[in-house]
């Protein structure tokens, strides 16, 4: 093998970095030192009130664990009110999906109609639905429940329409030549190609949706985070950590039992 | 069967079928021969409505079906339940949830004579490339076709499951099907083929 000269292919030129990257750079900068000041990000606040926090440890140890029993209690409605909330969104979430999704709907209305109640369901953030709710159904675990369903409905749904979006074409081809109808399609090619993804989304969203249950029974929803609230306004630190180690060994678990499911799933 | 006069079809602009002809006879298998681009796969295409072509006439007595080269079967699903998915033209959407036990009798038939009724229960995705082909053509079958367009159905096998494949398009032309196969391999077209056409440039050369 010989080398080629530099007259027949001469050595490509280093390229540096257009100028509309630069700006952008100091853009960014920019921003940051906003941010830096609007936050009042002081490390030096930090130090100078360590003994604060020291204060708020001293007086939370030893934890209280004569508490344990009604903590474990309303861990698992934590835990159920992440799972209504999971489930009782899977009919909602599946039928936005199968409209938002082009594999699966070939309306543009359609699919616009579809995005855009997913993407406001997913932008309220789901305490403020709790909020409102608690004001329908008073405070509770249903207000909880009802919360995630709405807002786990707009993520759960895009997600699901994203997977859909990534199936394969082929199948889908090959049953529209068969004659097949929109909906015959995506019962038949699209949804059998998926359903690991979906579940495995789904399970990834009671994982996430366990969690937010803790922080919606911090605004009234029930559960282990309405107890955390609780210590913390009459003061009974040692009793709040508890609570928190439960909510670790809680959220353990399901990050666990989810993560093995869905390893077997293979999604 | 099946009449092609004069089909035209470009893709931005650039000319792939420039006024193409065939007509195929029940039971003739056709095989099409030519160089990539020659627009070979774009004629199956337009027959069977996956594109539309330009101008021309395409006239086909019954149902065309369509076999690729990638095969497209729903690899998580068993060999059955993707045989049963050629009856959904015919099946009302409220019968097409679950395949009823005439459309799996029908299906299992069409199986068998693609000699793969021993693995009916199997998923497609365990299934070698050639018995995925086969059902694919099963498939098929269960459209209840008149007419069977190959999109280079053997370019993804194995030399032994090529001829497999062949040879059941051979015997199902030999039952009154007319087939239309996309070839790469001449010889093979030689051997299976009633009839050689080859494109170039868009036209039946």
Redesign the interface.
């Known amino acids: 093998m010989t080398l080629t000269s530099p007259q027949e292919s001469s050595v490509p030129r280093r390229r540096w970095p257009s100028p509309v990257v630069w700006i952008a750079v100091a853009v960014l900068l920019a921003v940051h030192v906003l941010a830096w000041q609007a936050t009042e990000f002081s490390p030096a606040a930090l130090i100078a009130g360590w003994d604060g926090m020291a204060d708020f440890l001293a007086e939370s140890l030893p934890p209280d664990f004569s508490v344990l029993g009604k903590s474990l209690e309303a861990a698992v409605i934590t835990l159920y009110i992440g799972l209504l909330g999971t489930t009782f969104s899977i009919p909602f979430a599946l039928a936005l999906a199968l409209l938002a999704s082009r594999a699966t709907t070939s309306a543009a209305w359609a699919q616009q109609a579809a995005r855009a109640v997913l993407s406001f369901l997913r932008s309220v953030p789901d305490v403020v639905f709790a909020l409102i709710f608690v004001t329908a159904v008073g405070l509770g675990p249903f207000a909880g429940v009802l919360a995630l369903v709405f807002h786990n409905t707009g993520v759960m749904g895009k997600l699901w329409a994203e997977a859909m979006d990534e199936s394969?074409r082929?199948?889908r081809?090959?049953?529209?030549?068969?004659?097949?109808?929109g909906?015959?399609i995506a019962?038949?090619?699209v949804l059998?190609?998926v359903?690991?993804s979906l579940a495995g989304l789904l399970l990834y969203r009671l994982d996430v949706n366990v969690r937010s249950s803790l922080v919606l029974g911090l605004v009234g929803a029930g559960g282990i985070g309405f107890l955390i609230n609780q210590s913390i306004k009459l003061f009974r630190f040692d009793e709040m950590v508890t609570h928190i180690l439960v909510v670790l060994l809680l959220v353990v678990v399901v990050d666990q039992a989810s993560g093995f499911v869905r390893k077997r799933l293979g999604a | 069967m099946l009449a092609i006069r004069g089909l035209r079809k470009s893709f931005g602009g650039r000319v792939v079928l420039d006024g193409f002809d065939l007509s195929v006879e029940p039971g003739e298998f056709v095989a099409l021969l030519g160089p990539n681009g020659s627009g070979k796969s774009t004629v199956l295409r337009c027959v069977v409505g996956l594109e539309t072509p330009d101008g021309g006439s395409i006239e086909v007595g019954g149902n065309a079906a369509m076999v690729f080269q990638k095969i497209h079967l729903v690899g998580r699903r068993n060999a059955l339940d993707n045989v049963c998915s050629g009856a959904l033209g015919r099946l009302p959407s409220h019968r097409s949830l679950f395949f009823s036990a005439d459309v799996r009798e029908e299906a299992m038939r069409c199986l068998d004579r693609v000699g793969l009724a021993d693995r009916a229960l199997d998923r497609c995705a365990r299934l070698s490339g050639g018995q995925q082909q086969r059902v694919a053509i099963a498939r098929a079958l269960c459209q209840r076709a008149d007419v069977i367009l190959a999109d280079e159905p053997v370019s993804a096998l194995d030399p032994q499951a090529a001829v497999q494949v062949m040879e059941l398009l051979k015997a199902l032309a030999g039952e009154g099907i007319a087939v239309v196969a996309v070839l790469h391999q001449p010889e093979l077209a030689q051997t299976y083929a009633h009839r050689i056409v080859e494109m170039r440039a868009g036209v039946a050369a």
């Open positions: 394969d082929g199948p081809d090959a049953l529209k030549v068969t004659g097949a109808s909906p015959q019962l038949h090619a059998p190609t359903m690991p």
